[in-house]
């Protein structure tokens, strides 16, 4: 069984570029679809973006594309998520999650990191 650990986040002014780490440890790394969702507060928990296992697929979230950044390092057993020019609207918990069977549904989650944007 894989867990995960999320660390990078933090208080973060409008326009930063903080980068969102995930470990992956009691597992094989490699085989798994890696994904990283977000939950704003008092909303739902939402997609923010996906990679494959060799990263051939990436998906994002529309409200991303060309911010953020999605990437992984099989060799370290990490999943990243580099973002960039942040709005106060990208506050959230930020959640890395993996699947063994592809996007639509993740097996395992992270505690998650907060990212809270100051404007």
């Known amino acids: 069984q894989v867990q995960l650990a999320e660390s990078g986040g933090g208080l973060v002014q409008a326009g930063g570029s903080p980068r969102l780490s995930c470990t992956a440890s009691g597992g094989t790394f490699r085989p798994y679809f890696m994904g990283w969702f977000r939950q704003p507060p008092g909303k739902e928990r939402e997609f923010v973006a996906g990679?494959?296992?060799?990263?051939?697929?990436?998906d994002y979230t529309g409200s991303v594309k060309g911010r953020f950044t999605i990437s992984r390092d099989n060799a370290k057993n990490t999943l990243y998520l580099q973002m960039n020019s942040l709005k106060p609207e990208d506050t959230a918990v930020y959640y890395c999650?993996?699947?063994?069977?592809?996007?639509?549904?993740?097996?395992?989650w992270g505690q998650g990191t907060q990212v809270t944007v100051s404007s």
């Open positions: 999650a993996a699947s063994r069977s592809g996007p639509k549904e993740y097996d395992y």
């Open positions: 990679i494959g296992s060799i990263g051939g697929r990436i």
